[in-house]
């Protein structure tokens, strides 16, 4: 049964640095895209960054400001967020999907929060 639980959320100031971390469970050897997606209040949910096989996507509102990263053994994929901005505020939700469109695009573009099989509950991530 496959779970990911996403963990080191908080607050900072304008300018300051967080990190996410996303711990996967449950999986049995499939090779899986790993998405980092954000919400805020009523906001669509936004794909902010993919990664597999250390191919790395971003979305254009956090490129140059943050680093997805993984580490297959120890079942981790973080989300290094600095020089963040009020506008960056949301729940940030981890996202696993392993689907042949899912794997084609992770990393180069934008995947589409339908199709990924897995999420993890969030983390909220607020700037002031």
């Known amino acids: 049964h496959v779970q990911l639980v996403e963990s080191g959320g908080g607050s900072v100031q304008a300018g300051g640095s967080l990190r996410v971390s996303c711990l996967f469970s449950g999986n049995r050897g499939e090779e899986y895209c790993m998405a980092w997606f954000r919400q805020a209040p009523g906001r669509p949910r936004e794909e902010v960054a993919s990664?597999?096989?250390?191919?790395?996507y971003y979305a254009d509102s956090v490129q140059s400001r943050f680093t997805i990263s993984q580490d297959k053994s120890k079942n981790t994929v973080w989300l290094q967020m600095d020089n963040l901005r009020p506008e960056d505020t949301a729940m940030y939700y981890c996202?696993?999907?392993?689907?042949?469109?899912?794997?084609?695009?992770?990393?180069?573009?934008?995947?589409?929060?339908?199709?990924?099989?897995?999420w993890g509950r969030g983390t909220q991530v607020t700037v002031s």
């Open positions: 990664i597999y096989f250390g191919d790395k």
């Open positions: 996202a696993a999907g392993a689907d042949t469109v899912a794997t084609m695009k992770c990393g180069f573009e934008k995947v589409g929060a339908d199709r990924f099989n897995y």
